[in-house]
């Protein structure tokens, strides 16, 4: 298993972001991300050792503006 995924993500221009994994009821298991970053192409490592086998989703909260996406651990 790797111990490590990552999530590329791109943001249209500066403002207020915060990237989490939740699981698939929707209960925040980790915060990635949380601040104000420049608009752009990203890419983050999350560790996921502490993360069952299963699905997930992670979500990118922009401005509002709320992008879910189905992570699977294996």
């Known amino acids: ?9 791109h943001l249209p221009g500066s403002g207020s972001m915060k990237l989490w994994i939740s699981d698939v009821q929707g209960k925040e298991l ?11 192409n990203y ?20 401005e509002g503006r709320l992008i879910s996406r189905r992570l699977s651990v294996y």
Request: proline share 5%; charged share 10%; aromatic share 12%.
């Open 43 to 62: 890419t983050v490592q999350i560790p996921i050792q502490s993360l069952a086998p299963g699905v997930y989703l992670y979500h990118l909260l922009f």
């Open 1 to 9: 298993m790797n111990s490590y995924t990552k999530i590329d993500y």
């Open 30 to 40: 980790m915060e990635v991300e949380n601040g104000v970053k420049g608009g752009g």
